[in-house]
């Protein structure tokens, strides 16, 4: 099983909700990624889970809260977006953080569209 | 810091050759990947190169030379589903994570 799946696929959600965007992996991957994509643009990184615990935080805004219950799932929770927000969420993992090919090679999820009104 | 620079946008006919370029500057280098994204959809991994040379990967091969700062993508025998946005990443200068490129967007018509 080679896949990273997340849910939901869309969300629209407005300026005062709270939502939470869900990724889940089974490959054994210990490092996981939260991407965020605007239209036309590449990934930019918000947050590295590398053993459960938060390797980087990109310095995204406190709206966007993650958190990594257990080694295979990752969340990301939202509060009080604003309309610039609206993009493309990412997940991935990899093996680990460091060191050999295995280890860099991420694999991504198929992305939430979000849009906040 | 990490800087990537790739082409905006390329054309092609199906059946042709085409050549994606990369340029980076790095603070050390832990190698270069690159990735395919078809739009609305998740980018896969195509190729990861740490050493000098070309690797091939049936129609699909890339080269690197790190004393240059300087990668390309060769695609061969290009069919329509190449028609993707080609992006160009190398890992940050921890190591932790993966910088992109702005990515190039392949157009291929019949």
């Known amino acids: 099983d080679t896949e990273v799946t997340q849910t939901p696929k869309h969300l629209v959600m407005g300026m005062t909700n709270k939502k939470s965007l869900k990724c889940e992996q089974h490959m054994g991957h210990r490092a996981m990624y939260w991407y965020k994509q605007k239209a036309k643009k590449p990934p930019e990184l918000m947050f590295v889970?590398?053993?459960?615990?938060?390797?980087i935080n990109e310095s995204v805004p406190s709206r966007f809260s993650p958190e990594c219950p257990n080694s295979s799932l990752l969340n990301l929770h939202l509060h009080a977006l604003q309309p610039e927000d609206s993009a493309l969420y990412l997940c991935?993992?990899?093996?680990?953080?460091?060191?050999?090919?295995?280890?860099?090679?991420?694999?991504f999820g198929p992305g939430t569209r979000l849009t906040v009104t | 810091g990490q800087n990537i620079d790739q082409p905006t946008e390329m054309t092609a006919t199906e059946g042709a050759i085409v050549q994606i370029n990369c340029t980076y500057q790095t603070s050390g280098f832990n190698g270069l990947f690159w990735y395919q994204q078809h739009a609305g959809e998740a980018p896969t991994f195509l190729s990861y190169?740490?050493?000098?040379g070309l690797e091939e990967k049936g129609r699909f091969s890339s080269f690197l030379s790190r004393s240059k700062g300087y990668s390309y993508l060769l695609l061969k025998e290009l069919q329509m589903k190449d028609s993707a946005s080609y992006l160009c990443?190398?890992?940050?200068?921890?190591?932790?994570?993966?910088?992109f490129g702005k990515g190039t967007t392949l157009s291929v018509s019949s």
């Open positions: 190169n740490v050493l000098d």
């Open positions: 889970y590398s053993y459960e615990k938060l390797s």
């Open positions: 991935a993992s990899s093996q680990d953080l460091k060191g050999t090919e295995e280890t860099y090679e991420q694999y």
């Open positions: 990443a190398v890992p940050n200068q921890a190591g932790t994570a993966l910088i």
